[in-house]
């Protein structure tokens, strides 16, 4: 009876031993993400997505990825404003300094951001607690990936046209309209081309409640191609600020355990107390 | 626990108890050491996670407390089918002793979990199949000490315990395995494989684990403290406290007949 | 001393127990008006519109049962000890064993038949027919997982200082996993889902039905003795 009591015993003290080597073993398994895909930035607590196909070229302060001529670049400015995070990340990336074509704020899933479109280049930066990161896509005039809000896209599609023909003009004020208008199914949506008078092609997606356009001089080719600065764009991620809770957390934690410390203690003195004035007791 | 009241009690305990007391004082340190470099692991060397920031940390208390508790109400399992069998009131001793240290334990995964939740998931509490049965195992071992309170007649009190502290048990496997027979838990699986895709993972608040360095060795030198110092140290210490209150007890009755 | 077989044993305990419900009727009557007045106070406190009904009613049912049952419980127990009627049976040449799953299946019966008024009035009061195969093994799993717990646990808390009120106090917790999944199992079944959505909660119930009864055989011995 007594063997089988100490069994008893050794298995239970066995299992939480199996429960630690099974974690070891399953831990990759459990990780679906495919972490390899992005770049992190530890000290400054953001990570984006790095499309495949691109050649990584980032260092430890900023992110930077080139594909056939274009380069996709983000990394943070505190103390700037907008305009000033614009310029400055033009011309950190080697590109002279120009007056933006057009200024406007974006909602998008991960935050408010400012977009700045310039002859060549596209800006979208966006401030969370005193920091200000800025993305840029830079490449040539054949493609160039613009945002426009358009409240319920979703729902009605002449939303993506009007919204298209908006981005188009602010590369060719003079277009009135698309010259011909196509829609292709792709992946869970449509994908809408126009072309425009003067060689001007656009293609447009909706999602949430703006329009993600690439439009320039380009084929289709080519604007497919730059339309992978949106999932960067999307995928831009910041890691919160949680330092209170965990404060708050710790010291629960530490408030329970002294609660039982002290309460052990507690009990333990009056008992001894106790076994004194009992001894007393007996000896008198 | 002050080292002076350790010093107090093992005086007044008989001789071939001093070399528990010595080593009871040498694992306490040793535990203290234990958690206090656990702590450095998880709070300083361990990477901030990405995704979540620093609450995530509470991870590395939250899981080995799980762990420290599973143990602890084991003992009470080992216990009461002991003191089944034996009739010895020490094996009785350790089924309570499992029970307050294993509600300590169990009261810090729970709410390092809440305040975890709070930033990740937007809410303290949610009834998820996991939190709710970790709350239902809470309340059923809440519901033991207060089965023992009731009973006046101690072997009464004793065997009751130690038959409910066995039933008891049903409840943390139950929280341990709920979430392998409900995959629709939200609580990030730690232990063993489940199979999410990639985007419910994110919103869920996963712990990117390899983006992260320092978390493994982070996690498993916590969990070996928790599951085997904290409670094991806890327990002998609790169940110290009991031996005196049966000598204080025996005095008691000593002196009521005189 | 030559103890009378298992199953002999067993239907004369539930024999006894049916007998004495008939001429008294303490049990069931207690348990009946306490269910009556619990759907009627339901009714009027939950002002639900058809389709809130669906979705609260296996709720509804499952706690009116097991308030009724640990209402039958600590009655059946505490009538059995106050009359001495649990000593005489421990001293009787039946194992411990026995007796517990007589006290069970008596106790058994008695909830059983508690639901067996309750699922016409219900239906009818709710104006949501309860009478569904699922729902039925549902009850019947159910039903016979809370009261194997029950019976030993009210076993136990008979014997204690606060008595009735310990009950619900220690049975709750333990006996919460059975009584979730049968309301998820028979909410499931009402709610004309997909039989595989819910039809694990079912195998659930089973398996814990399996490991509790189990146990609470074999620990019954411990909490009668003297």
Same mark, same amino acid.
């Given at each position: ?6 069994? #008893? ?12 080597a ?17 770049? @992190? ?19 430890a302060? @900023? ?21 000033a ?7 950190d990336a ?48 054949? #493609? ?11 729902e +009605? ?10 981005a ?5 004020? =003079?277009?009135?309209?698309? #010259? ?15 072309? @425009? +008078? ?21 084929d =289709? ?20 600020d ?38 007393e007791?007996?000896?008198? | ?6 010093? /107090? ?18 694992? /306490? ?7 206090l ?5 998880? $709070?300083?060397?361990? *990477?901030?996670?990405?995704?979540? !920031? ?12 799980f762990? !420290? ?26 089924? $309570?002793?499992?029970?307050?240290? *294993?509600?300590? $334990? ?6 390092? *979990? ?34 023992? /309170? ?11 315990? /130690? ?19 409900r995959p ?15 985007s ?13 360095? *320092? ?8 969990s ?23 000598r ?11 | 001393m ?21 001429? &008294? ?25 058809r ?7 296996? &709720? ?12 039958g ?21 039946? &194992? ?48 016979l ?36 999944s ?44 003297e």
């Amino acid at each position: 009876m007594r063997r089988l009591v100490f069994l #008893a015993a050794a298995l239970l003290l066995l299992l939480p031993l199996s429960i630690h080597a099974q974690e070891g073993e399953s831990t990759p398994e459990a990780n679906a993400l495919d972490i390899n895909a992005n770049f @992190y930035n530890n000290a400054a607590g953001w990570h984006v997505f790095i499309p495949s196909g691109w050649a990584n070229e980032s260092t430890a302060d @900023y992110a930077r990825f080139t594909h056939d001529g274009r380069m996709i670049t983000v990394r943070e400015y505190p103390g700037l404003d907008a305009p000033a995070a614009a310029a400055q990340i033009l011309v950190d990336a080697g590109l002279s300094a120009e007056t933006p074509l057009d200024q406007r704020d974006l909602q998008l899933s991960n935050g408010t951001w400012t977009q700045f479109v310039y002859s060549r280049a596209v800006v979208h930066t966006q401030e969370y607690e005193g920091t200000r990161y800025a993305m840029l896509y830079a490449g040539d005039a054949s #493609a160039l990936p613009v945002i426009v809000m358009r409240e319920g896209v979703l729902e +009605d599609a002449a939303l993506i046209d009007d919204g298209m023909i908006e981005a188009a003009r602010l590369i060719t004020p =003079t277009i009135s309209g698309a #010259a011909t208008a196509e829609t292709i199914p792709q992946g869970t949506g449509n994908v809408t081309v126009h072309t @425009y +008078d003067g060689g001007l092609t656009a293609i447009g997606r909706a999602r949430g409640s703006s329009v993600y356009i690439v439009v320039g001089s380009g084929d =289709t080719d080519a604007l497919n191609s730059a339309s992978v600065y949106f999932t960067v764009l999307n995928d831009f991620f910041l890691t919160p600020d949680t330092q209170p809770y965990l404060f708050l957390g710790l010291g629960v934690a530490s408030a329970i355990m002294l609660i039982l410390l002290l309460s052990l203690i507690l009990r333990w003195r009056s008992l001894l107390r106790d076994e004194a004035a009992l001894r007393e007791l007996d000896e008198a | 626990m002050s080292a002076a009241v350790a010093h /107090s009690a093992a005086e007044s305990m008989p001789r071939s108890n001093r070399m528990g007391s010595r080593l009871l004082i040498f694992l /306490s340190i040793l535990t203290v050491i234990g958690v206090l470099i656990g702590l450095y692991l998880g $709070l300083i060397a361990a *990477g901030t996670d990405i995704e979540q !920031g620093e609450v995530q940390r509470l991870f590395y208390i939250h899981v080995p407390s799980f762990a !420290g508790a599973f143990v602890a109400f084991s003992a009470t399992v080992v216990g009461g089918i002991a003191y089944l069998i034996t009739r010895k009131v020490k094996w009785d001793a350790l089924a $309570l002793a499992g029970v307050e240290i *294993g509600l300590a $334990l169990a009261a810090i995964n729970l709410v390092t *979990g809440s305040v975890w939740a709070r930033p990740i998931w937007n809410t303290w509490w949610n009834w998820d199949p996991r939190l709710t049965s970790d709350a239902i195992m809470i309340l059923t071992y809440a519901a033991y000490l207060m089965l023992r /309170s009731g009973i006046d007649n101690v072997d009464t009190r004793r065997r009751f315990a /130690s038959v409910y502290g066995i039933l008891a048990f049903s409840t943390v496997l139950i929280t341990f395995l709920i979430i392998r027979i409900r995959p629709d838990t939200i609580h990030p699986v730690v232990i063993g494989p489940v199979l999410t895709d990639a985007s419910m993972m994110a919103t869920q608040g996963d712990f990117e684990l390899n983006a992260t360095p *320092g978390v493994t060795s982070a996690v498993a030198f916590g969990s070996a403290v928790w599951s085997i110092l904290v409670p094991w140290v806890l327990v002998w210490w609790r169940i110290r406290l009991e031996n005196v209150a049966h000598r204080v007890t025996a005095m008691r009755v000593k002196v009521m007949e005189q | 001393m030559k103890t009378t077989p298992f199953f002999k044993a067993v239907l004369a305990i539930v024999r006894k127990d049916l007998q004495a419900e008939m001429r &008294g009727r303490e049990l069931v009557g207690a348990m009946g008006v306490f269910a009556l007045l619990a759907i009627l106070i339901f009714s009027f406190a939950l002002e639900l519109d058809r389709e809130a009904r669906n979705e609260v009613i296996s &709720g509804v049912l499952w706690v009116t049962v097991i308030f009724s049952s640990i209402l039958g419980l600590n009655r059946s127990l505490a009538m059995e000890r106050d009359q001495g009627n649990l000593d005489a049976l421990l001293l009787a040449p039946i &194992g411990r064993g026995a007796v517990y799953v007589g006290k069970l299946i008596g106790n058994y019966i008695f909830t059983l038949a508690i639901s067996a008024i309750l699922l016409p009035v219900m239906s009818a009061l709710y104006g949501v027919s309860l009478f569904n195969p699922y729902v039925l093994l549902t009850l019947l799993l159910g039903v016979l997982g809370f009261t194997t717990v029950g019976t030993l646990l009210a076993t136990m808390t008979v014997q204690t200082r606060a008595r009735e009120a310990l009950l619900p106090i220690v049975m709750m917790p333990v006996a919460l996993p059975i009584i979730l999944s049968a309301v998820r199992a028979s909410t499931g079944a009402l709610s004309g889902a997909s039989v595989d959505d819910w039809i694990g909660w079912v195998q659930i119930l089973g398996a814990l039905d399996a490991i509790f009864v189990v146990m609470c055989f074999f620990l019954f011995p411990f909490v009668v003795e003297e």
